[in-house]
């Protein structure tokens, strides 16, 4: 069976730093490409990060980008996600999604067909 | 960055109606478009994927068409375990968005 346990949230004040996890089971980690996708309170979903499989390249959505990193350890099945310089806005529950998808001579494309159950960030003093 | 907007936001039906969600997105995204279903508390299940490709285990009541701008997704035959909020995401190119969700209420 295919899981993602993530941790790591909790809260922080402005300005503060967290780093999330998701362990992986289930599957071949190293073989999938994932991404940090996130909701504010009865919100919408905001994709926020991609890592390849390989651990490079790397894609950020321009909300988070220069202040959060994302990172993967195959070796155990692991996927991070460093946030610096939160804000009141980051507040959200977090989840870790895998990809599945394919590669064609036009590009690669892929969906997000297994989740975590999330973590919660909540920043605020 | 590619806009999508589904329409409507909220959606009120009945058990045994046909109910279809619309999403459109800024630009073309070819069939690069995958669909999401989400319970209160619970995290999003992928439905569909590459506009109309059903992914394993959903079942067949789901269906998705469209191409370029414009996309649908269709339930034939609502069922009580299908009342939730529904997104759509273009993964034609990143950052990968999505629509803001249609919440679907018993009627």
């Known amino acids: 069976e295919v899981q993602l346990v993530e941790s790591g949230g909790g809260l922080v004040q402005p300005g503060g730093s967290l780093r999330l996890s998701c362990v992986a089971s289930?599957?071949?980690?190293?073989?999938?490409?994932m991404n940090w996708v996130r909701q504010a309170p009865g919100k919408g979903l905001e994709w926020i990060s991609y890592v390849s499989h390989t651990g490079s390249p790397l894609y950020y959505a321009d909300s988070v980008k220069g202040r959060f990193t994302i990172s993967r350890d195959n070796a155990k099945n692991s996927l991070f996600l460093q946030m610096n310089s939160l804000r009141a806005e980051d507040t959200a529950l977090y989840y870790c999604?895998?990809?599945?998808?394919?590669?064609?001579?036009?590009?690669?494309?892929?969906?997000?067909?297994?989740w975590g159950q999330g973590t919660l960030v909540t920043v605020s003093s | 960055d590619i806009q999508m907007t589904q329409s409507p936001s909220t959606l009120s039906a009945s058990v045994g109606d046909r109910v279809t969600i619309t999403c459109r997105a800024s630009q073309s995204i070819s069939s690069w478009l995958a669909w999401y279903q989400q319970k209160p508390g619970k995290a999003p299940k992928l439905l569909i994927h590459?506009?109309?490709t059903l992914e394993s285990g959903v079942p067949s009541r789901f269906s998705g068409s469209g191409s370029g701008t414009e996309f649908t997704l269709t339930i034939s035959s609502l069922q009580p375990d299908d009342f939730a909020t529904y997104f759509c995401?273009?993964?034609?190119?990143?950052?990968?968005?999505f629509g803001q969700g249609t919440k679907l209420e018993i009627k």
């Open positions: 995401q273009q993964h034609n190119s990143y950052p990968y968005t």
């Open positions: 999604a895998r990809d599945s998808g394919y590669c064609t001579d036009t590009g690669c494309y892929r969906w997000h067909d297994a």
């Open positions: 289930g599957f071949t980690f190293s073989s999938h490409s």
């Open positions: 590459d506009a109309s």
